[in-house]
């Protein structure tokens, strides 16, 4: 294995090419102290770059164990795991039919859709429904949301919060006749506790945001949804690298579905729409364009039919178009 | 190929005179030992005065290197190798079989490039759910779309109805021929693909259900972050990890399946993501697309070892 392979910085593989460490062996007899003189850095600097290359070269040797290799899981135990996962109801059963029961958990999502058709209050609801008690069929969880539009009313967010409650309520009026334990617990204000809200203003503090994203999680193991209004707004105008544009996207994307895998949580993105010029016709496609549209795992696309609103599902590993 | 100074203990003739001729011409390492000129060296060491020591060492850095090269294969041993080993395994997608002759190769990279939604992640967990009946699949996935509900439904429809349990035990044993393991940057899969080598080096001693089958889901989101920046090294990783990938199909006899995805081209058509340096590395590549009114895929071959290009075929999932 080749030292450029390691993750570390390129003024340390630098150095460490130009003292004629190329490759990983080459580090395997070496003393931090020797490397720190060889290489003109600090001891901590060198006792970290020994450490990555001998965990790189240690997971060279051990094989004992039974997966292929370390974090693999069978399909057979991702199966029985797969059932016991909780979706998040949008409280809407046609969207929730066509979803597979909600939005999943382990999994980006992405919802587009035209201006005006309901996606920041469907981002609003998602953030308050993960909060409903387990009883009653939902997570339990705290949501995080991350603006960078704008548009986040509170007062909204409070009659979603409300009514929420009230649906509770009524449901549990319904189903559980009996004076048992069934009062509702939470209050409205409680529910907005429970939302954690970032506004961002520029790409910079998006990319910065959701690498501080994985500290956060750490501390607050509760959260159990991520919702980004909108994902793409401070991407589309005024941006002259389109390579940057291009890795810095993907980069992001990838940090996401690392954070829902690990701390199984569900992302949604919320995207807006642009035209496609396919074939001399017109057609809606979300923005970003296609790299951007292989980095996440659902595709939603809400559009206008006549006065009533339609969803489709364009792209999910599990789900059929609909 | 480590630093001659670090060899010392393992090689005693590499002691200080060798190494101080060398530092005097700029040699630190084996690697410079092969760049430079070795018959030059060979008559400063004539000419300097322990020249049997230098002459010694010199050899013996010589040994070394040739230690490390992968032994010759004539014409015979290949085609014995390929007979033995390179098998073909079908995809269990009728159309994609016909296509290809049979089904990917063992030993080579067969890359699936397709826009948004077009089959691609299908198609491989339709593949690994039939080359699991046999042999073990490992599946790397950057963006958590492998669905274990997918393969067991393609399972299930493939085998004759019978018993729950002992449909449950079909699935079982089968399912758990298939390693999934989630990468989300490069430097990890680089990690993965280690582990899996020194694995598979045991494992060709072994006589039992092998591995034959590794899917990367997808490459392109694994490269995107770090290709185009001003330093090479995105360009590097990705050809070193094109490389790894071939070395581990060769060597071990797997078959490599790798999902890419598709960008805007001229014209607005689209072409492979990943530019030109990509475009050599796999051996075989195939275009995936979707119609969306009939739900039919289109398939068509953009490269092959043994096929015309331009051939295409349509199936149904």
């Known amino acids: 294995m080749e030292i450029w392979r390691l993750p570390i910085s390129a003024s340390q593989r630098g150095k460490l090419i130009s003292a004629g460490y190329t490759s990983l062996s080459s580090l395997s007899s070496i003393s931090s102290s020797d490397l720190a003189r060889e290489l003109n850095v600090s001891e901590s600097e060198a006792m970290n770059i ?10 060279e040797t051990s094989n004992a164990s039974c997966s292929i290799v370390e974090g693999a899981q069978s399909a057979w135990d991702m199966l029985h795991d797969e059932e016991s996962l909780m979706h998040i109801t949008t409280s809407s059963a046609d969207l929730d039919n066509i979803l597979g029961g909600g939005i999943h958990c382990k999994e980006v999502t992405e919802i587009g859709g035209v201006p005006g058709i309901g996606k920041t209050q469907l981002g609003i609801q998602i953030a308050v429904n993960v909060q409903i008690p387990n009883d009653f069929g939902g997570l339990g969880g705290n949501s995080i949301y991350i603006d960078t539009e704008g548009s986040f009313m509170v007062e909204r967010a409070f009659q979603i919060a409300e009514a929420c409650i009230e649906d509770m309520s009524e449901y549990n009026r319904f189903l559980r006749k009996d004076f048992q334990e069934c009062k509702i617990k939470m209050q409205p204000q409680d529910i907005l506790e429970n939302i954690f809200y970032f506004r961002i203003c520029s790409y910079t503090e998006q990319i910065a945001l959701i690498n ?3 500290k956060f999680l750490s501390e607050h193991k509760d959260v159990k949804v991520i919702v980004v209004d909108s994902v793409t707004f401070h991407f589309r105008q005024d941006f002259d690298d389109m390579a940057l544009r291009t890795r810095v996207l993907s980069g992001m994307a990838l940090k996401l579905m690392n954070l829902a895998k690990r701390f199984s949580l569900a992302v949604v993105l919320l995207n807006q729409v642009t035209t496609k010029h396919t074939e001399a016709s017109f057609q809606l496609a979300l923005a970003l364009g296609d790299s951007w ?10 559009y206008w039919n006549g006065n009533e609103r339609y969803a489709y599902i364009d792209k999910s590993p599990s789900l059929r178009s609909a | 190929m480590a630093r001659l100074a670090n060899l010392e203990t393992e090689y005693p003739v590499l ?3 060798v190494r101080n001729f060398c530092a005097s011409h700029g040699i630190f390492s084996v690697e410079d030992f092969l760049i430079h000129d070795l018959y030059m060296l060979a008559a400063f060491a004539e000419q300097n005065d322990s020249s049997e020591r230098l002459k010694e060492g010199i050899a013996q850095v010589l ?3 040739d230690d490390m090269h992968q032994p010759w294969l004539n014409g015979m041993e290949l085609l014995e190798d390929a007979k033995r080993n390179k098998h073909v395994f079908p995809t269990g997608i009728q159309g994609i079989d016909l296509l290809l002759g049979d089904g990917i190769r063992v030993g080579q990279l067969t890359e699936l490039v397709g826009p948004s939604s077009s089959g691609k992640t299908q198609v491989c967990l339709r593949t690994a759910s039939n080359v699991a009946r046999n042999h073990m699949v490992l599946y790397l996935d950057t963006g958590n779309s492998f669905s274990p509900q997918c393969i067991a439904y393609f399972l299930g429809k493939t085998i004759s109805p019978s018993s729950a349990q002992a449909k449950n035990q079909f699935l079982q044993k089968v399912m758990s021929n298939i390693s999934c393991h989630s990468v989300f940057d490069i430097f990890a899969m680089f990690d993965v693909l280690h582990q899996l080598e020194s694995y598979l080096r045991c494992q060709d001693g072994r006589g039992c259900c092998q591995m034959r089958l590794l899917i990367v889901d997808s490459i392109s989101s694994l490269i995107s972050p770090v290709l185009g920046s001003s330093s090479t090294l995105g ?7 094109g490389y790894l990938l071939k070395k581990l199909a060769h060597q071990h006899n797997l078959a490599v399946l790798i999902i890419n995805h598709t960008v805007g081209g001229e014209g607005g058509s689209s072409k492979p993501a990943l530019g030109d340096s990509w475009k050599c590395i796999p051996h075989s590549r195939l275009f995936l697309s979707c119609d969306r009114g009939s739900n ?3 398939v068509s071959i953009l490269r092959h070892p043994s096929m015309a290009s331009v051939k295409a075929a349509r199936f149904v999932i």
């Open chain 1, 293 to 302: 549209s292989h980095t996440c795992t659902n595709r939603i696309v809400l």
């Open chain 2, 15 to 17: 002691d200080s005179t």
């Open chain 2, 235 to 241: 360009r590097a990783l990705m050809t070193s990890a």
């Open chain 2, 63 to 65: 040994s070394i290197i």
């Open chain 2, 296 to 298: 039919t895929y289109n």
């Open chain 1, 212 to 214: 501080y994203l994985d």
């Open chain 1, 50 to 59: 020994l450490k990555v290359a001998s965990h790189s070269r240690g997971s």
